[in-house]
């Protein structure tokens, strides 16, 4: 008997209507289908501008989805995140469901080392065994330690961008989201957070991420899944594959 | 005002204690309420009275609402008989109700007072009016009387102690002297008037009953007979009551409470009893015992 | 399984002012531990609410439920006015966004401070004072400014020892109107800071009323967007700001942006 998917996404659309713009229709995805696999890495590809984020965000809960479901795997239940409530959508994010975002959301006054031992303490971590793990992470990731106690508004944007992972990498969540966490990173660091995946995978944890770097896309990804394939018909129109597509 | 109830002519024309019966009804039922619901101020319809404000009209809207003829009529001043303020009040129903006087306590029915309350102990035959400028104890930090008149509804009194909080961050100990808050049988927080808190003990418990009229305020409020009176205070910081280091120089008694006496202005100054009625008492008993000593002396 | 019962259940909350609407058919759930944030331009009725919330203003019509330490839910609008007071000033705060509204501003820090315990029966002065300074370092405060009055002190400050003051009691739920009003950035980011650390280690539930949005972002977990009296959109905060369905909600996104 085969384990039910950590996360399965049927059917997901969405477009934006812009109502300042005289209700101007931005459609950007249409009948989005895939499903995660535990242990494994699923990358997102396809241009820009074709909607990768955007997918990212709506299983996260950051944007609504318009039609279809996308069912995670919540503890003992199934949650469909197009209709859950706020609050169980915060539970979901605290427990099962990882987010590591392209940029760091700095919060002044705080230092590295509390930002990143943060979701810990939330599990009821004690803040000395927190700081340790922080620590481990950040040596690990060649973060100075002279920065650690700092706050990272400072820092340069590769800084903040090891911060940003070390805090979304900390936790255990099953499934991990990650919007392009290497963008700003050296090779030598973008090999740790290779490294940090494949921990991950052998953890059991379903990763789904949009990389643009070829050679990490090539060393971590089990599953490429081309977001071009969901573009709605007008906004590909003209492109060969579609070409058999309706007119608008 | 002397000169206005200065013969019977003029006062023909008064009725018994200056006021109609029908005011006298009026206070006396909120007198009444007064004494059903002890420390609780009572609005009543103040009315004018033939002296200012500031002599105490609400003590003696009080006193002659409940003065009967067979009364003896007592009247002090920061503990003296003999201020203009209190021979003008004792002169007003002298002649407005032709009751007897007295500067003695022990012979008095009917005391009125403004700032003390007499050495003697009371007796349950005996009634204390005050004199009171300012009836509510909670204005000092909470001006609006829609919410003190709340505050007291809801017995919420945290604020009285935040005004003895004050007091002690500020000079490390209670430094209220006069004024100082009592609760009136385990309910009302209660101003005791500009009495010096070296009374406060002798409202506890007080055979006689205890009315407290506010002219201007309009406002009257009663400590009945046997009414547990408790100063507020704080565990660490307890009340006490102010001690004198000498005793009085003219009777020569401790446990009274003293004025200072300014003697020259080279600085000389004394320290004697404010209540002169119990001063003169105690001087009396002083130079018997000296007669009584030197006859056994002379005997022996 | 039990479900968890909220700790605040309002429903179609409506106040009028005469024939003048304040706000109208509100219905929402906080939860124990939720920070709940209000936005929405001037004169939207943000104010009425959170007032009517608090029982500040009776509504018109509506009910509001609230969970009490022993776990009954109570209709806040059917208690006495003594309950409802004892609740103010023990199981909830309110910070005012004129301190002056919320601190006594002629009685010194450390009163403010104590004033709560004192009004729930502490009778040691000691033990109040200690308790004082213990706050007043949690909030930022010098402790040799114990014995001053509000009125020397700094807007922030005063903002600060407001929260300090409503926090001493352990209170489960805080309303906050504006609290960084009126207070320039610097000063806003440290004290937004401040209660964000409060949330955090005390497991407070918040319902604040705020035209940033940035303060929003930073403080709340759901958001309601009030226009005209109405809740028109709600959700999560990041969610409801980052992708506003409302064109009301987009204009107010986009003012921020461009502001
Ligand atoms: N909040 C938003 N409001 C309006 N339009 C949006 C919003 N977010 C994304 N879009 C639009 O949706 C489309 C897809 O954007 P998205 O960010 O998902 O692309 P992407 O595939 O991640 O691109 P990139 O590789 O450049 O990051 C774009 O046209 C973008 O302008
Ligand atoms: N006491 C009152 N009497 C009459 N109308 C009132 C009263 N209080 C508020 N209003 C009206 O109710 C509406 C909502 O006011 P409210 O104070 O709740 O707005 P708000 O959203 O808090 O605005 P702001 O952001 O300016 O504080 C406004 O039209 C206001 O004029
Ligand atoms: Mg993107
Ligand atoms: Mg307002
Ligand atoms: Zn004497």
Redesign the pocket.
Known sequence: MRAVSPFIISNLSKSFTMHLRGGLIIPVVERVNFSLEAGKCTVLGGPSGIGKSSILKMLYGNYKIDAGSALIKHGQEQVNIACVEPRKMLEIRKKTLGYVSQFLQTVPRISALDIVAEPLLQHGVTQKTAHERVKELFTLLNLPEKLWHLPPATFSGGEQQRVNIARGFITAHPVLLLDEPTASLDTKNRQVVVEMIEKKKQEGVALLGIFHDEDIRQSIADKIIDVSDFAPLDIVKGRSKNEDGQAA | MNDEVGDGEVLASYNFAYLDEQTKRMIRRAILKAIAIPGYQVPFASREMPMPYGWGTGGVQVTAAIIGPEDTLKVIDQGADDTTNAVSIRAFFAKTARVKTTMQTGKATLIQTRHRIPEEALTNDQILVYQVPIPEPLRFLEPRETETRKMHGLEEYGLMHVKLYEDIAKNGHIATTYAYPVKVAGRYVMDPSPTPKFDNPKMNQCEALQLFGAGREKRIYAVPPYTNVVSLDFEDHPFEVTKFEEPCALCGSEGAYLDEVILDDKGHKMFVCSDTDYCEKQQRKKMQNLGEEAKQRAFS | MTRELPLLDAQSISKF??S????EEISFQLFSGEVIAIV??????????LNCLSTRLMPTSGSIHYLGRDGVARNLYQMSEAERRFLMRTDWGFVHQNPSDGLRMAVSAGANVGERLMAVGERHYGSIRQTAQNWLERVEILADRIDDEPRTFSGGMRQRLQIARNLVTAPRLVFM??PTGGLDVSVQARLLDLIKGLVNDLGLSIII?T?DLAVARLLSDRIMV?KE?RVIEAGLTDCVLDDPQQPYTQLLVSSILKG
């Open positions: 002012y005469g003048r609407s304040g706000c929405g331009e001037s004169g939207s009725g943000k104010t009425t609410l109107d504006e009323v035209h009030m009296g």
